[in-house]
């Protein structure tokens, strides 16, 4: 058939299929997912084409349905089994039955599934990303690595899928090609994977920045996430693909550009399909997936180090948006509230019960105050009593839960009666009837212990803390707190303990009860443990509190002191599951707060992975609210009080700032310290600015500038350098100490070549030339021109001292800047300048190209212009050195200068002739002077026409004859103008004495 014959038969089918329906299944593309990518490419631009164009769209269809369908499962937002379900789907085959496509679907579907535990080694929660980031810590070698390994994966699964990789030449199954393809192809993605990842990975990272700064709303981050995924994992499955079907490398690059667009498709499509499943399920994952960890730098310390400071961010975007409203809906807990086959299964997680013998304390009954003191209480109320305890592990924990024996048996009881029939390993029986389940009931209800807290009930308030390592147990007892009596003596009558935390690690619960407020208690007393770990953030609370003491309380028992301040603040506030409990205490206690994320990033960055929170993720996005939305206004609280406040309200919040603030905040901080007269403030201002400043660089520009003359810390900025462990501070104390004082102009200019470090030896540098230059010192200026530490200060150096030497109309300074200008340029800039500004002094003229002579060979030519044009006797020694130079046009000049010389000295013995020698020698030196050709012998033997003998004026006029009629014209006429003797031009004055 004939292509014409081919094009009506394809135009009697499209009219014949006028319906979609018929356009849909009437095609030559071998997927699904190619027939509906072909059917919207058709409806943007349907045209009659010939067979092979059509049979070619249907091909690029059909590889653009691949790409879509590896990037969709490869995506970490879908499950394994979903991720392989669409790529399976999207490939079937329209043109055989479902039977046929059975083993087609199984296929793809394996390798989606395995596309897609590839794509989740690349999560930041991922088994891979964390194996990485716990060895290599999070940088750029780890990223690669990461990138490196996951695009390994997607090789080796794109080619052992493939079955035309295990195939040789001859077409015959071979292990060895198809081991040798996986290992090349392998690689080549490995490669490919990395910069693809790394875009991929910025694109994400940028989204979530510009989501926590408000700049963007939730919805489009996660679009410009997923399309950003989505890009990098096509761009490299549409390169793997090529290269799995040998095709050329320009092949190859074409289909890196196609798959890089169909991936980023693929992404948003996915990120639009999981966001509108999440909205209608209720259960809505965090929208920015790729990198969002990584945006939300935990702020962690080693064991016994200073801990880092939260990043700060503008407390407002660009737009003005608060970065409040990009948190909504993401800060809130969704608490586990079990049923009884959960708390069956809590229950099956305390191990090995074991017996002891322990001294517990116990209230005296009876006993009623009012008590002298404490000791007074402790000696009647409360005793010592040793009793049988049952201590139970637990699963998962290291937490051990102590319960006195008599208490746990009680329990015991309760636990059958309220487990009844649910676990026939618990209970008398799986089924019992009606009327016995009616009977268990009332047991239940006539039981005093019937609303207890059983021990299995707190073990999913232990998983949810932050850190569950820091109780070491948990001690439940059936009597009341025997210090209510001296709480109530000292804070109020009708106060009840539910619980207490010891510096021992101990948490006590008193006759605890099965209710809502059992999650709070818990979490009120692990702060406590927090605030007794912690000591550096304890003192901070409690200076942050004491700033805070007229603001925000919670209850009026977080009044009580300190440490019931921080307890239910960060316990019962900062970490309650619902939103606005966190969100009104960071926003009405920011100082508070701003310490709580100090200490909350220091028991992250401690807890071992076992002991974290199962909602440390919902617990890393507070501390991420905390770091930038309420630390910047703990910042500008903290600035606001330093600058307002009265000097003990200074001093706290400098103390406070020292830990809370950046390098943003060093200038303030070196202001006080060198300008506060009170000593505690401007000692405390000091020690903070050295608290910010973490790296010896920045610690060692603060002693400068706080040990500088006149500042009121500068003794203890010297003692400090005396003591600081690094090489340069000898050399930096050196500095400080002759700093500010001209009469170590010496000392500073000799420390501009051995201060230890660039900024030391700028440092030394420009205090050198600030005192040199009030000093006017033309000497000192021109060494350290000299010794600049680099090219760009040098020339700015020279620059300065120039224009300040022409504002002073210095010729002496001018001139010997010349010699110490940075280049070349430069010095013929400064030579031009002189040469034009001293053009009528010939004496300067002279001495200034002397000295050019000397000090810059660059200029030689000019400067032996200039001497042959003065021609001064006098020079002709530094010009005879020249005479041999190397450079043609500079042993030229030279000896045109050497024989100016020559002649200006002949000239001036033959005048000298005229006037004091005999007749016969007058003659001889007349017609010398007619032969030597120089104009200026003409004004002497026209005097000499005129007042010597006949015979010397006509020697003289003959001698006049050889010059140019109006030269003699021009000097005639100037004789007869004076009236009197011509003074000749050769009767030299006496020369100063030349500056050479």
């Given at each position: 058939?004939?292509?014409?014959?081919?094009?009506?038969?394809?135009?009697?089918?499209?009219?014949?299929?006028?319906?979609?329906?018929?356009?849909?299944?009437?095609?030559?593309?071998?997927?699904?997912?190619?027939?509906?990518?072909?059917?919207?490419?058709?409806?943007?631009?349907?045209?009659?084409?010939?067979?092979?164009?059509?049979?070619?769209?249907?091909?690029?269809?059909?590889?653009?349905?691949?790409?879509?369908?590896?990037?969709?499962?490869?995506?970490?937002?879908?499950?394994?089994?979903?991720?392989?379900?669409?790529r399976a789907a999207l490939l079937l085959d329209p043109h055989v039955g479902l039977t046929d496509n059975l083993a087609g679907f199984g296929k793809n579907f394996l390798e989606g599934a395995a596309l897609n535990k590839v794509g989740r080694l690349a999560c930041p929660e991922g088994i891979l990303s964390t194996a990485v980031t716990t060895r290599l810590g999070k940088g750029i070698l780890a990223e690669s690595l990461t990138h490196l390994s996951v695009g390994l994966g997607m090789g080796a699964v794109k080619t052992g899928f493939n079955a035309d990789a295990w195939r040789d030449?001859?077409?015959?199954?071979?292990?060895?090609?198809?081991?040798?393809?996986?290992?090349?192809?392998?690689?080549?993605?490995?490669?490919?994977?990395?910069?693809?990842?790394?875009?991929?990975?910025?694109?994400?990272?940028?989204?979530?920045?510009?989501?926590?700064?408000?700049?963007?709303?939730?919805?489009?981050?996660?679009?410009?996430?997923?399309?950003?995924?989505?890009?990098?994992?096509?761009?490299?499955?549409?390169?793997?693909?090529?290269?799995?079907?040998?095709?050329?490398?320009?092949?190859?690059?074409?289909?890196?550009?196609?798959?890089?667009?169909?991936?980023?498709?693929?992404g948003g499509f996915v990120h639009g399909y999981e966001s509108s499943r999440a909205r209608w399920t209720g259960h809505a994952e965090p929208l920015v997936r790729a990198g969002r960890m990584d945006s939300v730098e935990l702020v962690t310390t080693q064991s016994g180090a200073a801990p880092k400071r939260l990043s700060p961010v503008p407390e407002r975007s660009a737009s003005g948006k608060s970065a409040e409203t990009s948190f909504e809906g993401e800060l809130s807990i969704h608490t586990e509230f079990s049923d009884v086959s959960r708390k069956i299964e809590h229950f099956k997680?305390?191990?090995?019960?074991?017996?002891?013998?322990?001294?517990?304390?116990?209230?005296?009954?009876?006993?009623?105050?009012?008590?002298?003191?404490?000791?007074?209480?402790?000696?009647?109320?409360?005793?010592?009593?040793?009793?049988?305890?049952?201590?139970?592990?637990?699963?998962?924990?290291?937490?051990?839960?102590?319960?006195?024996?008599?208490?746990?048996?009680?329990?015991?009881?309760?636990?059958?009666?309220?487990?009844?029939?649910?676990?026939?390993?618990?209970?008398?029986?799986?089924?019992?009837?009606?009327?016995?389940?009616?009977?268990?009931?009332?047991?239940?209800?006539?039981?005093?212990?019937?609303?207890?807290?059983?021990?299995?009930?707190?073990?999913?308030?232990?998983?949810?803390?932050?850190?569950?390592?820091?109780?070491?147990?948990?001690?439940?007892?059936?009597?009341?707190?025997?210090?209510?009596?001296?709480?109530?003596?000292?804070?109020?009558?009708?106060?009840?303990?539910?619980?207490?935390?010891?510096?021992?690690?101990?948490?006590?619960?008193?006759?605890?009860?099965?209710?809502?407020?059992?999650?709070?208690?818990?979490?009120?007393?692990?702060?406590?443990?927090?605030?007794?770990?912690?000591?550096?953030?304890?003192?901070?609370?409690?200076?942050?509190?004491?700033?805070?003491?007229?603001?925000?309380?919670?209850?009026?028992?977080?009044?009580?002191?300190?440490?019931?301040?921080?307890?239910?603040?960060?316990?019962?506030?900062?970490?309650?599951?619902?939103?606005?409990?966190?969100?009104?205490?960071?926003?009405?206690?920011?100082?508070?707060?701003?310490?709580?994320?100090?200490?909350?990033?220091?028991?992250?960055?401690?807890?071992?992975?076992?002991?974290?929170?199962?909602?440390?993720?919902?617990?890393?996005?507070?501390?991420?609210?905390?770091?930038?939305?309420?630390?910047?206004?703990?910042?500008?609280?903290?600035?606001?009080?330093?600058?307002?406040?009265?000097?003990?309200?200074?001093?706290?919040?400098?103390?406070?700032?020292?830990?809370?603030?950046?390098?943003?905040?060093?200038?303030?901080?070196?202001?006080?310290?060198?300008?506060?007269?009170?000593?505690?403030?401007?000692?405390?201002?000091?020690?903070?600015?050295?608290?910010?400043?973490?790296?010896?660089?920045?610690?060692?520009?603060?002693?400068?500038?706080?040990?500088?003359?006149?500042?009121?810390?500068?003794?203890?900025?010297?003692?400090?350098?005396?003591?600081?462990?690094?090489?340069?501070?000898?050399?930096?104390?050196?500095?400080?100490?002759?700093?500010?004082?001209?009469?170590?102009?010496?000392?500073?200019?000799?420390?501009?070549?051995?201060?230890?470090?660039?900024?030391?030896?700028?440092?030394?540098?420009?205090?050198?030339?600030?005192?040199?230059?009030?000093?006017?010192?033309?000497?000192?200026?021109?060494?350290?021109?000299?010794?600049?530490?680099?090219?760009?200060?040098?020339?700015?150096?020279?620059?300065?001292?120039?224009?300040?030497?022409?504002?002073?109309?210095?010729?002496?300074?001018?001139?010997?800047?010349?010699?110490?200008?940075?280049?070349?340029?430069?010095?013929?800039?400064?030579?031009?300048?002189?040469?034009?500004?001293?053009?009528?002094?010939?004496?300067?003229?002279?001495?200034?190209?002397?000295?050019?002579?000397?000090?810059?060979?660059?200029?030689?030519?000019?400067?032996?212009?200039?001497?042959?044009?003065?021609?001064?006797?006098?020079?002709?020694?530094?010009?005879?050195?020249?005479?041999?130079?190397?450079?043609?046009?500079?042993?030229?000049?030279?000896?045109?200068?050497?024989?100016?010389?020559?002649?200006?000295?002949?000239?001036?013995?033959?005048?000298?002739?005229?006037?004091?020698?005999?007749?016969?020698?007058?003659?001889?030196?007349?017609?010398?002077?007619g032969r030597l050709g120089d104009y200026r012998a003409v004004p002497p033997l026209l005097e000499t026409a005129t007042q010597g003998s006949l015979l010397i004026q006509q020697e003289a006029l003959a001698a006049l004859r050889q010059y140019p009629s109006n030269v003699v014209k021009f000097y005639g006429r100037q004789l007869a103008q004076a009236g009197q003797g011509v003074v000749s031009p050769l009767s030299m004055p006496p020369y100063r004495l030349p500056r050479y």
């Amino acid at each position: 058939m004939s292509l014409e014959s081919t094009d009506n038969v394809h135009k009697v089918g499209a009219e014949e299929a006028s319906t979609w329906v018929g356009q849909l299944f009437d095609r030559q593309e071998a997927t699904i997912g190619g027939t509906v990518v072909g059917f919207v490419r058709d409806l943007l631009d349907y045209s009659p084409s010939q067979a092979f164009i059509r049979d070619s769209k249907a091909k690029s269809n059909d590889e653009i349905a691949h790409i879509a369908a590896d990037t969709a499962a490869f995506l970490p937002s879908l499950k394994w089994t979903a991720g392989g379900a669409i790529r399976a789907a999207l490939l079937l085959d329209p043109h055989v039955g479902l039977t046929d496509n059975l083993a087609g679907f199984g296929k793809n579907f394996l390798e989606g599934a395995a596309l897609n535990k590839v794509g989740r080694l690349a999560c930041p929660e991922g088994i891979l990303s964390t194996a990485v980031t716990t060895r290599l810590g999070k940088g750029i070698l780890a990223e690669s690595l990461t990138h490196l390994s996951v695009g390994l994966g997607m090789g080796a699964v794109k080619t052992g899928f493939n079955a035309d990789a295990w195939r040789d030449a001859s077409g015959a199954w071979s292990i060895r090609d198809g081991a040798a393809n996986i290992i090349k192809n392998s690689s080549v993605c490995a490669l490919a994977n990395v910069p693809a990842g790394m875009i991929g990975f910025r694109i994400s990272k940028a989204a979530s920045v510009s989501l926590g700064q408000g700049l963007i709303s939730s919805r489009t981050a996660g679009l410009i996430s997923g399309v950003g995924s989505g890009w990098a994992a096509g761009s490299v499955f549409g390169g793997i693909d090529g290269l799995v079907a040998g095709k050329s490398w320009n092949e190859v690059l074409s289909g890196v550009y196609k798959g890089g667009l169909v991936g980023g498709v693929t992404g948003g499509f996915v990120h639009g399909y999981e966001s509108s499943r999440a909205r209608w399920t209720g259960h809505a994952e965090p929208l920015v997936r790729a990198g969002r960890m990584d945006s939300v730098e935990l702020v962690t310390t080693q064991s016994g180090a200073a801990p880092k400071r939260l990043s700060p961010v503008p407390e407002r975007s660009a737009s003005g948006k608060s970065a409040e409203t990009s948190f909504e809906g993401e800060l809130s807990i969704h608490t586990e509230f079990s049923d009884v086959s959960r708390k069956i299964e809590h229950f099956k997680r305390l191990l090995r019960p074991t017996l002891a013998v322990e001294e517990l304390s116990v209230p005296v009954e009876g006993v009623k105050g009012p008590f002298k003191d404490f000791a007074d209480f402790e000696r009647q109320a409360v005793r010592r009593v040793r009793q049988t305890v049952r201590i139970y592990e637990v699963e998962g924990h290291s937490t051990k839960i102590v319960i006195p024996e008599e208490f746990a048996k009680a329990l015991d009881e309760v636990r059958q009666l309220r487990y009844f029939g649910k676990d026939p390993s618990m209970a008398p029986a799986a089924e019992r009837p009606f009327a016995e389940r009616l009977q268990v009931r009332r047991r239940l209800l006539a039981n005093p212990f019937r609303d207890s807290a059983l021990p299995e009930d707190f073990i999913p308030l232990l998983d949810g803390l932050p850190d569950r390592s820091l109780v070491r147990r948990l001690v439940l007892v059936n009597h009341v707190n025997p210090e209510d009596p001296w709480i109530q003596q000292t804070y109020q009558p009708d106060f009840k303990a539910a619980a207490t935390a010891s510096r021992t690690a101990d948490i006590t619960f008193y006759c605890p009860q099965r209710d809502q407020v059992l999650r709070s208690t818990v979490f009120h007393e692990w702060a406590h443990l927090v605030k007794f770990k912690l000591a550096d953030e304890s003192y901070l609370f409690d200076l942050a509190a004491e700033l805070e003491k007229d603001g925000y309380y919670a209850s009026t028992y977080s009044r009580r002191n300190m440490d019931e301040n921080f307890a239910v603040h960060m316990g019962e506030q900062l970490l309650h599951h619902d939103a606005d409990f966190f969100v009104t205490v960071a926003g009405e206690a920011p100082l508070r707060s701003a310490i709580f994320g100090r200490a909350l990033a220091r028991v992250f960055g401690e807890a071992r992975p076992w002991a974290r929170s199962k909602y440390h993720r919902e617990f890393n996005e507070r501390l991420r609210y905390l770091e930038t939305v309420t630390l910047p206004k703990a910042q500008a609280a903290l600035v606001e009080k330093i600058r307002s406040g009265n000097v003990d309200t200074q001093k706290i919040a400098v103390k406070l700032l020292g830990s809370l603030g950046n390098a943003s905040h060093l200038d303030l901080l070196i202001g006080l310290a060198k300008n506060s007269s009170d000593t505690g403030l401007s000692s405390g201002a000091f020690d903070s600015a050295l608290a910010i400043a973490r790296s010896n660089d920045t610690k060692l520009q603060v002693l400068v500038e706080v040990g500088s003359l006149g500042s009121y810390a500068r003794q203890e900025a010297m003692n400090y350098l005396r003591t600081m462990r690094d090489y340069r501070a000898g050399s930096y104390l050196q500095f400080v100490e002759c700093a500010g004082k001209p009469l170590k102009l010496s000392d500073l200019i000799y420390l501009v070549e051995t201060m230890p470090d660039a900024p030391g030896k700028r440092l030394a540098f420009e205090e050198a030339w600030r005192i040199a230059e009030e000093k006017k010192d033309i000497r000192a200026i021109g060494i350290l021109i000299d010794k600049a530490p680099d090219s760009t200060i040098k020339q700015s150096a020279f620059n300065r001292a120039w224009q300040q030497a022409m504002s002073r109309d210095d010729i002496e300074a001018m001139v010997a800047l010349m010699g110490k200008a940075p280049d070349g340029t430069a010095a013929e800039r400064a030579f031009g300048y002189l040469m034009n500004k001293y053009k009528d002094n010939p004496d300067e003229l002279t001495s200034i190209a002397v000295r050019t002579l000397r000090e810059r060979p660059e200029l030689r030519a000019r400067a032996l212009e200039v001497l042959a044009v003065a021609a001064d006797p006098r020079t002709e020694g530094y010009i005879v050195k020249f005479l041999n130079d190397r450079n043609a046009n500079i042993a030229r000049r030279a000896r045109l200068a050497v024989e100016a010389i020559e002649q200006n000295i002949e000239l001036m013995r033959l005048t000298s002739r005229l006037k004091i020698g005999t007749e016969k020698s007058q003659v001889s030196a007349i017609r010398a002077l007619g032969r030597l050709g120089d104009y200026r012998a003409v004004p002497p033997l026209l005097e000499t026409a005129t007042q010597g003998s006949l015979l010397i004026q006509q020697e003289a006029l003959a001698a006049l004859r050889q010059y140019p009629s109006n030269v003699v014209k021009f000097y005639g006429r100037q004789l007869a103008q004076a009236g009197q003797g011509v003074v000749s031009p050769l009767s030299m004055p006496p020369y100063r004495l030349p500056r050479y």
